[in-house]
């Protein structure tokens, strides 16, 4: 039991350096971590991969307990050296799993293309935000992709990293990344992954469920630092979130399709597949004007999440202290 308060001592530290650290050095350019998982991901696959649930299921949970039991052991033998480097490891794994910023930096470098009408270059840029076929898209098309990728990774990239870093530590938040790591390599319905991701995509649905309605709600609490409509996104994630086949990506989508006043959904070319989407909310086609917005409703949301997380890795650490004590007044 003696590395538990070093560790926890350093938890809510550590989350706000990670946070930090992402916003001033977004991500890694090099030897990013989550390169490298995908890496051996996609080495094993060439052993795992049969066109089945189970074999995907396999695949899937061998990976992810590889990175649990690594993620605890870095994490304890950081906790046996004490507060500093218990901090040290939260703050290096959270900011290894982040993207908010380069998801900001994008999303205005796409802004940036489109307003140029540099249709070729924003294509280029797209498979950054998402898995969309850009050569299919036209100006309005690609500013659509890049809001609505803006909106889903604004939850999966930055909410819930930086809420499984604060209740979970370096454990928990190194397993959701390679959770999310894991979908967005073999969780989609190509002809390839229908039955061998199968398992990756319900993990990462789970994962993702929480934070994604956090992120819903700090969409709504934020929606006028950008002139938006707090009420307008509450209304469009109660009536839309649920008409999208994604059970998370709905939720942040609606609320910022309600806090921006635009329509998102429709017609969707991925490149194993064409989607008819719902539509969400109830206004005009966004413009690029809307992607600006929608890249400062973001970064209001993610310094918004980093907060919350924060305090709830320190309630955690009071908690805690309390238990122990009681513990060691009974003894």
Known sequence: MAPTRPKRGGRAAGVLIGFLADVAFADPRRGHPVAGFGTVAAQLERITYRDSRLAGAMHTATLLAALAVGAKTAERAAAHRGRVWSATAVAAATWAALGGTSLARTGVQMADLLDSDDISAARALLPSLCGRDPAMLDSDGLTRAALESIAENTSDAQVAPVLWAAVGGVPGVVVYRGINTLDAMIGHRSPRYAQFGWAAARIDDLANYVGARV?????????????????????????????????????????????????????????????????????????????????????????????????????????????????????
């Open 215 to 331: 992120a819903g709600a700090l969409v709504v609490v934020c929606a006028p630092v950008v002139g938006g409509s707090a009420m307008g996104a509450l209304r469009a994630w109660v009536h839309d979130a649920a008409k999208h086949p994604s059970p998370n990506a709905g939720v942040v989508e609606a609320a910022f399709a309600g806090a921006l006043g635009v329509q998102l959904g429709g017609p969707t070319q991925y490149r194993h597949e064409l989607q008819i989407r719902p539509t969400l909310g109830t206004g005009p086609a966004p413009g690029v004007a809307d992607l600006r917005r929608a890249v400062a409703l973001s970064q209001a949301v993610q310094l918004s999440a980093a907060t919350v997380a924060v305090v709830v890795a320190a309630v955690g650490l009071s908690a805690a202290g309390r238990s122990g004590r009681r513990a060691s007044a009974r003894r």
